[in-house]
């Protein structure tokens, strides 16, 4: 109690409002609502015995798939044009309605799909570093060759049926887009404004804090920093960045950056599958500085980071759910990001698969 007799502020127990200045917005605390109890939807478990090669799965090496091609036989990265492309290259022009309340513009671009492994039943944790840095590496080469041409190349990795994924195969998709899509251009914008008043990249100021500050940290390497940031909206959202230099894009890492990149990607994955002893679920991508035509211009206010977003609360079944108040009136989240990032930080960085297999079961990369 304070002197005149009011509560003292605890964030773990009184509802507070924090601001997201990458998305100008502020994100309702509440992490009181975790003593209620849940008797609302259970998710059905993720499918813990998939096999390595599915003759009948289309992003296996050498099957089908639906467009009558056939896979190559693969042993690494395998990259392919979407059988059923959201983007294509030549829609027509839909003209305009010449009225502010019926406004549509073209829409081009091309979507790919990345396998990350051949095998079916790995995920990025799961994979040894070496093979997520070729991950990296394909990620590079794509916003690469694409951002030659287009000015949004959005990377993004859809994990678990929890999150609409239709595959189990180990995979992420590539859209590219003759328009800069509207989280990224709010992106833009917030960085621009923190950049014009402050001199220095929002992200990079907000990676130097967090390092000194420690209690969102999750895990850390040489070059990299992922941390729930104060902001989160999802329960256990976290914010992957570049801790020493300013970075604008995939590309433009070193060697060494990618190395550790590969490292810290594998750990936090790893905590997020021992959270619950259960594959993740999450949405995941790539942002960083606009390409195509914004590869002329100064995009110093840009740094790049990825995001994750899984859905996860309160166990491998119970999820949280973004509806009423969330789509209504404003984000709401149900424990502080303090505590997620506690909570995450404490847990083992070898996975809870590998130690079930000690004692002579055969693990993942086994027979390789």
């Not at 502010?100 to 829409?107: C, E, G, K, V």
């Not at 709401?332 to 990032?341: C, F, K, S, Y």
Request: proline letters at 8%; glycine letters at 6%.
């Amino acid at each position: 109690m304070s002197s005149k007799g009011q509560l003292s502020f605890d964030p773990k127990e009184h509802q507070h409002l924090r601001y997201n200045p990458l998305r100008d917005c502020w994100v309702l605390v509440s992490a009181h609502r975790m003593k209620r109890p849940w008797a609302g939807q259970i998710e059905k478990p993720p499918e813990q015995h998939i096999p390595r090669h599915d003759s009948s799965n289309p992003l296996c090496p050498g099957n089908t798939r639906a467009n009558g091609e056939v896979n190559p036989d693969y042993d690494s990265t395998f990259v392919f044009d979407n059988d059923f492309p959201a983007l294509q290259p030549d829609a027509p022009d839909p003209g305009s309605d010449h009225h502010p309340l019926f406004q549509s513009r073209a829409a081009r671009g091309v979507c790919k799909v990345m396998c990350f492994h051949p095998w079916s039943d790995v995920t990025l944790p799961l994979m040894k570093q070496e093979e997520v840095v070729k991950v990296i590496e394909k990620w590079a080469e794509l916003m690469e060759e694409l951002g030659s041409t287009y000015p949004w190349v959005q990377i993004f990795e859809n994990k678990g049926a929890m999150m609409g994924c239709s595959n189990p195969h180990p995979h992420c998709q590539v859209w590219a887009s003759n328009f800069l899509p509207n989280e990224p251009a709010l992106s833009d914008r917030c960085q621009r404004s923190y950049y014009q008043k402050h001199g220095e990249a929002l992200l990079l100021q907000y990676a130097k804090q967090e390092a000194e500050r420690k209690e969102r940290v999750v895990v850390q390497g040489c070059d990299w920093l992922a941390v729930v940031p104060y902001w989160a909206t999802w329960p256990y959202q976290t914010l992957l960045l570049p801790r020493r230099r300013h970075i604008l894009r995939l590309n433009d890492l070193t060697a060494e950056e990618r190395e550790d990149l590969a490292d810290v990607m594998k750990r936090l994955l790893t905590k997020y599958d021992n959270l619950f002893e259960v594959s993740f679920s999450y949405s995941m991508g790539w942002h960083g500085a606009p390409t195509g035509p914004h590869l002329k211009e100064d995009n110093s206010h840009w740094q790049l980071h990825a995001h994750y977003y899984p859905p996860l609360l309160r166990s491998a079944t119970v999820k949280k759910f973004m509806v009423g108040y969330e789509m209504l009136a404003q984000e709401q989240r149900d424990l502080t990001p303090e505590q997620a990032a506690e909570k995450l930080r404490n847990l083992p960085e070898e996975h809870y698969k590998t130690r079930e297999n000690q004692g002579g079961g055969e693990t993942e990369q086994d027979g390789r």
